[in-house]
């Protein structure tokens, strides 16, 4: 059982480039999140789903867009890399949104210079 | 925004040492989880609270729900070297019914053999 997926593990961008960090999970879990997570300040939540074809806004949504066109991917979409954007995201996903631990993928460490 | 404050920032203790820290916000909420974050992993859940004043045991891991549902404590009894990583309080605040998490900006605990 793979759980959550996530690739590349490492991306180097330069400013203005675009590119698609994908996530994928095979435990048929509705809901699905988006978090970076820069040093000494958390995760914070950038894009969610609580099921296929439904998206939504979290804290810092900016600069990102998202698509669930299945239960399994939640691909995160950057158009414009920019320097704020280096940081490291995880894709998570959980088979409820109560009393359901959130299962993360190993992150994807992005460097925009 | 409701918003975590986790303290200590960092710890660098001893093996065999027992660890506190604690998470604590000027909010009320009905959940509290504790999660841990290895190098170049995503973050795991250690221990969830649902009810004010639960004490859960998971190993040599203690947790408490707050009385006030303002804050929650968790303790590391007797300290090994795999305890290193970064530990984060989380909270679905008022949004429960998306699964989304607030998170305070980890407990990064170093421990000497």
């Known amino acids: 059982n793979a759980g959550v997926t996530q690739t590349p593990k490492f991306r180097i961008l330069k400013i203005g480039q675009s590119m698609t960090l994908q996530c994928t999970q095979d435990?048929?879990?509705?809901?699905m999140y988006w978090y970076r997570q820069d040093p000494g300040m958390g995760l914070k939540l950038i894009y969610y789903?609580?099921?296929?074809?439904?998206?939504d806004k979290g804290e810092v949504p900016n600069g990102y867009n998202v698509s669930r066109s299945t239960t399994e991917d939640f691909p995160l979409r950057l158009e414009l890399a920019a320097p704020s954007q280096t940081s490291v995201y995880f894709c998570a996903s959980s088979y409820e949104p109560y009393g359901s631990p959130l299962h993360f993928g190993n992150g994807t460490r992005l460097t925009v210079t | 925004g409701q918003q975590l404050n986790q303290s200590p920032q960092s710890m660098f203790i001893q093996e065999g040492e027992d660890v506190s820290m604690n998470c604590t916000s000027s909010?009320?909420?009905?959940?509290w989880l504790w999660y841990k974050q290895e190098p170049g992993e995503g973050p795991v859940l250690l221990i969830a609270?649902?009810?004010?004043?639960e004490l859960t045991s998971n190993g040599r891991l203690t947790a408490q729900f707050g009385i006030t549902r303002k804050d929650s404590f968790l303790n590391i009894s007797a300290s090994i070297p795999s305890d290193v990583g970064i530990y984060f309080c989380a909270t679905t605040g008022s949004s429960s019914n998306t699964g989304k998490l607030i998170f305070g900006q980890g407990t990064t605990l170093q421990v000497k053999p």
């Open positions: 609270l649902y009810k004010a004043g």
């Open positions: 789903s609580v099921g296929a074809g439904i998206t």
């Open positions: 909010s009320i909420f009905n959940t």
């Open positions: 435990m048929n879990h509705n809901y």
